[in-house]
């Protein structure tokens, strides 16, 4: 085979994974740069909205609010929209350990699962406890909040813009 075939073979072959990968794109729903209505709590628009202020070219892969049909079949905080998962983006989203620490000093958060790891202001309150649900969280944070503070919608303190 020559060599312009193999690059005719690899440009059609990556154009192929493009194609799928656009097709899965389409297929999850969005969240956008900074949501002032819509779907989920005031408080939780409002934090999305300030991680995407300070680290605009990060990665919103896992980014979620509502919870999808598999959230909706057992108890969710993201069914009510009470919780934020937030992308891990060690090139440019925000350092995911400092931003957990930040989250756990609002009043308004009720816990947070990040790395296998999950902390509330309630269960042993300042300790990391292990986490073995299904899901480790190990390529997105997931904060929950208080339903009785969802409305609060004042700036959140979420650190330094330090990367990953």
Not at 54 to 71: C, E, F, Q, V
Not at 127 to 144: D, E, I, M, Q
């Amino acid at each position: 085979m020559s060599i312009a075939k193999y690059i005719a073979a690899g440009l059609a072959a990556v154009a192929a994974a493009y194609l799928a990968f656009r097709a899965r794109v389409a297929e999850v729903p969005a969240v956008t740069a900074a949501p002032t209505s819509g779907p989920g709590a005031p408080a939780i628009r409002k934090l999305l909205a300030q991680v995407n202020a300070t680290w605009p070219g990060r990665s919103k892969a896992s980014d979620g609010i509502m919870g999808d049909a598999a959230h909706q079949a057992r108890a969710s905080d993201h069914n009510t929209g009470d919780a934020i998962d937030i992308t891990l983006d060690s090139a440019n989203g925000p350092d995911l350990d400092a931003l957990a620490e930040a989250l756990l000093g609002d009043p308004r958060t009720k816990y947070v699962i990040w790395n296998k790891r999950i902390r509330s202001r309630t269960v042993e309150p300042g300790k990391w406890r292990p986490y073995a649900g299904s899901n480790p969280h190990t390529k997105h944070l997931h904060l929950s909040i208080d339903a009785a503070n969802r409305s609060d919608d004042r700036a959140w303190n979420i650190g330094s813009p330090r990367i990953a």
